[in-house]
């Protein structure tokens, strides 16, 4: 295997300074940023320095996920604050061992879960409800609703590049509206407020004086137009929902104004920068050209391909999406996006389902003591299979076993499932946005493992540049809010090769052409076998618990009732 090597360079040709140059970025700081970066799984606060933008401070804490049944993801609402004031408390307690203090932080960004809706009392500021997080499928009668209304679940694709989906907060907000009694009476009462995470969390921050979003995370709303960048007032209609309950759209980067919250530790400080996190992450890669895609492997994977000032609307089922608008007057930048949804998670399978695999994290060490997969292909569709192909009715296979497979075939198998499902995407991409794409980044915890990224080279044909920050999303968010107008605490400007602490671990392919082409060929034979493997059965008749308890007493009510008959008969006959 050919090992990621640390060259002087990126893939976005940022080169570095010298180490006295670097020694004098150090001295001549402009002050501080401050980053909330709200996960799906964590929350954690991270303090930089400007104009080099090296992390200096950092505190980060799990975040509970509630499961009231299969397929419903909740958060609560006030323990995502109670946790952002915990994580920038113990940040701050980290600046005098650097020599900085709380006062040296000029400004504050957020990047956030995208999607993920949350609904409040206006006049309490107290949820209505716990946060429906993005990957929650309980708003699936109401799609069933929505397209039986519509008669295309692309209806509304060319005004929002999305399709009609569980995975958007229009629904969510549809279905509370329609399912919890609180949130109905509170919007009757016009007393309703709704947003993403990004809206809470300024709405707490300065005490119910903003209720706003940007253009990144209102694109993920299923409510925005890409146009005009305001809600529509079709998709409100269509959706059933007032535009007074949503928050006001901003560009990423401006200053919109001072935290007041006297719970919170950053109090005083200026907010200035919001971005949805696969966005921060497009932009903390340095993707600031069209065609330069990136790639997050976390237990899924998130691709963002950078197409410019011209959205790009797909016939493959790629998202449409704003990737950034730096100012209230810079133009905005879209991109198109496609999920892998098992990647990671596929090796967690191998370790707590079928038992292969003794710890997820040593998938590295198993999958390296044989030198290929020896023709072993797994196809990981647990839920269906999603872009390019959106086959529900696909399940997982392993294919291509013989009696000389062992487990570490299967695990090196895994591993390049995640690198062909990438490919499926990159080539979507390619034929799509009409730009070269000629390398990919790479971040996310996934990317700790060296044969991963390899096998991605070796796979899609072009370098893997990986970023050794792993998870650029905080850095991204750091210099959208570090560049605003009026903070001005740097200027962005990639052209100009300035950013230091971008360093990549660069992953060169060593497969041939031929190769790549006979096993991606292989892969997609292994993916038609997987498609049509669920089979809807013909509607019957449905026999309930209530079905069956009516049938049960059938004997006993003719029993009962033929004796009252009888009864009666013979009151009567001895009357006469």
């Known amino acids: 295997m050919t090992e990621g090597k640390n060259l002087p360079h990126s893939s976005a040709d940022v080169p570095f300074r010298s180490k006295e140059l670097r020694k004098q970025s150090l001295i001549q700081h402009t002050g501080l940023v401050g980053v909330i970066d709200e996960g799906t799984k964590t929350i954690g606060f991270s303090i930089y320095t400007t104009p080099d933008f090296k992390e200096i401070a950092a505190h980060r804490v799990e975040l509970c996920v509630i499961t009231p049944q299969d397929g419903w993801y909740e958060q609560d609402p006030l323990e995502m604050m109670t946790?952002?004031?915990k994580c920038a408390e113990e940040a701050i307690k980290q600046l005098p061992e650097q020599g900085f203090s709380a006062s040296d932080i000029v400004t504050v960004g957020i990047t956030n879960q995208r999607e993920t809706t949350i609904v409040w009392d206006a006049v309490t500021g107290k949820p209505l409800y716990n946060a429906l997080l993005w990957k929650d499928i309980r708003t699936s009668t109401t799609v069933e609703q929505i397209v039986a209304k519509v008669q295309d679940p692309n209806h509304f694709r060319s005004s929002t590049g999305l399709p009609i989906s569980t995975y958007?907060?229009?629904?969510?907000?549809?279905?509370?509206?329609?399912?919890?009694?609180?949130?109905?009476?509170?919007?009757?009462?016009?007393?309703c407020k709704a947003g993403t995470v990004d809206s809470w969390i300024v709405w707490n921050l300065t005490n119910g004086a903003l209720h706003i979003t940007d253009v990144t995370n209102a694109s993920r709303t299923l409510l925005m137009n890409l146009e005009t960048q305001a809600w529509d007032p079709v998709l409100l209609k269509t959706f059933g929902i007032r535009e007074e309950m949503l928050p006001t759209i901003h560009s990423c980067s401006e200053v919109f104004g001072k935290i007041t919250s006297e719970r919170s530790?950053?109090?005083?400080?200026?907010?200035?920068?919001?971005?949805?996190?696969?966005?921060?992450?497009?932009?903390?890669?340095?993707?600031?050209?069209?065609?330069?895609t990136k790639n997050t492997y976390r237990s899924g994977c998130f691709l963002l391909c950078n197409t410019g000032v011209k959205p790009v609307f797909s016939r493959h089922g790629l998202l449409t999406t704003v990737a950034y608008k730096l100012g209230p007057q810079a133009p905005t930048i879209y991109a198109i996006e496609g999920a892998v949804s098992v990647a990671g998670h596929a090796l967690s399978w191998l370790q707590n389902k079928v038992r292969i695999l003794p710890d997820s994290r040593d998938a590295e060490k198993y999958a390296e003591m044989v030198p290929t997969s020896g023709d072993v292909y797994f196809v990981p569709a647990f839920t269906g299979l999603y872009a390019p192909y959106w086959r529900q009715n696909a399940r997982g296979i392993i294919i291509g076993l013989t009696q000389f497979t062992r487990k570490n075939h299967i695990v090196r198998a895994a591993l390049e499932s995640i690198c062909f499902q990438t490919r499926d995407i990159l080539e979507c991409m390619h034929q799509e946005c009409g730009y070269e794409i000629n390398k990919l980044h790479a971040d996310g915890k996934l990317t700790t493992n060296n044969l991963l990224m390899q096998l991605q080279a070796d796979t899609i044909g072009m370098p893997v540049f990986r970023s050794q920050l792993m998870d650029s999303t905080a850095f991204g968010a750091a210099m959208c809010a570090a560049q605003a107008d009026g903070?001005?605490?740097?200027?962005?400007?990639?052209?100009?090769?300035?950013?230091?602490?971008?360093?990549?671990d660069t992953f060169l392919a060593t497969t041939t052409d031929v190769e790549r082409k006979e096993r991606y060929g292989k892969w997609k034979r292994a993916v038609e076998r997987s498609l049509g493997w669920v089979i809807k059965q013909k509607k019957t008749r449905e026999y309930t618990e209530e079905n069956y308890r009516m049938l049960s007493s059938l004997p006993a009510s003719i029993f009962l009732i033929s004796s009252f008959a009888m009864l009666v008969h013979s009151l009567a006959a001895s009357g006469q």
């Open 83 to 85: 946790s952002i004031n």
């Open 168 to 191: 958007f907060s229009a629904l969510k907000i549809r279905w509370l509206r329609d399912n919890v009694p609180e949130v109905r009476q509170a919007i009757r009462e016009r007393r």
């Open 265 to 292: 530790p950053l109090r005083g400080m200026t907010l200035s920068g919001i971005m949805g996190n696969q966005q921060a992450s497009l932009l903390g890669q340095m993707c600031v050209k069209p065609g330069q």
């Open 487 to 504: 903070v001005n605490l740097c200027q962005f400007e990639p052209e100009k090769r300035y950013y230091e602490n971008v360093h990549y």
